[in-house]
């Protein structure tokens, strides 16, 4: 089975800062698909940004970028120029890809961003 | 509806008494997914859903709990018998079939068992 570890329960930055997530999982599979999501105070999860496991080219959106280790099964996320709307817990997830049909995710505990004005 | 809607939003019930869950995906999503979401913990899988395909179970804790899915939209994720360990963030997120990993999710029902 699949596990994802956030060894970070509690983060916090300045507003404008770069902040660095980790996540590491553990697989025996060779493609899978990795995310990660935002669950603000409205407790409704939102994507954030997803890679492919397959792809060598870290994944970006606008602020947000990974640094995706393979070979050491790692997943970070950086965000740059903080913004206090960023401040959420924020989820790192695994599908596999094997299992075409149930695209069940497994997630991380999570780690909670504070934005420091 | 524009996205998934679940209600109630908040549930507060006496430990051994039967609750219903409901979930209204996005129409035209297939697969539809329950998760459970305790105090400080990340998600964890219950079941789900795919067109007329019998459903994933897997992850359903005990027998105290079940869902359907009717007419391939509306979900019900019944608890009977609850019991204080079952308070949680109970999250359903909906997606098409083709779609790696683009769930959307509602907003959960917050459980209290008292």
């Known amino acids: 089975a699949q596990t994802v570890t956030q060894s970070q329960p509690e983060m916090s930055v300045q507003e404008a800062e770069t902040v660095t997530l980790s996540c590491t999982y553990d697989?025996?599979?060779?493609?899978?698909?990795l995310f990660w999501y935002k669950q603000p105070p409205s407790r409704q999860m939102i994507l954030v940004i997803r890679?492919?496991?397959?792809?060598?080219q870290n994944a970006t959106e606008n602020r947000f970028s990974v640094n995706f280790q393979k070979a050491a099964k790692s997943f970070s996320l950086k965000i740059s120029d903080s913004q206090l709307g960023d401040a959420a817990m924020y989820f790192c997830?695994?599908?596999?890809?094997?299992?075409?049909?149930?695209?069940?995710?497994?997630f991380g505990t999570g780690t909670r961003l504070t934005i420091i004005p | 509806g524009a996205g998934v809607s679940q209600s109630p939003s908040n549930k507060v019930t006496e430990k051994g008494k039967d609750v219903e869950l409901r979930c209204d995906p996005i129409?035209?999503?297939?697969?539809l997914y329950w998760y459970r979401q305790s105090l400080g913990q990340g998600l964890e899988f219950l079941i789900y859903?795919?067109?007329?395909?019998?459903?994933?179970k897997s992850g359903l804790p005990s027998d105290r709990f079940s869902a359907e899915r009717t007419g391939g939209s509306v979900s019900t994720l019944t608890i009977q018998r609850t019991q204080q360990e079952d308070s949680a963030v109970y999250l359903c997120?909906?997606?098409?079939?083709?779609?790696?990993?683009?769930?959307?999710f509602g907003s959960g029902t917050r459980l209290t068992v008292v």
């Open positions: 997120a909906s997606s098409l079939r083709s779609t790696a990993g683009g769930y959307t």
């Open positions: 697989t025996s599979e060779s493609d899978y698909y």
């Open positions: 890679q492919e496991a397959y792809k060598q």
């Open positions: 997830a695994y599908r596999s890809q094997s299992n075409f049909g149930n695209e069940k995710l497994t």
């Open positions: 129409s035209g999503h297939t697969a």
């Open positions: 859903f795919q067109g007329n395909s019998a459903p994933d």
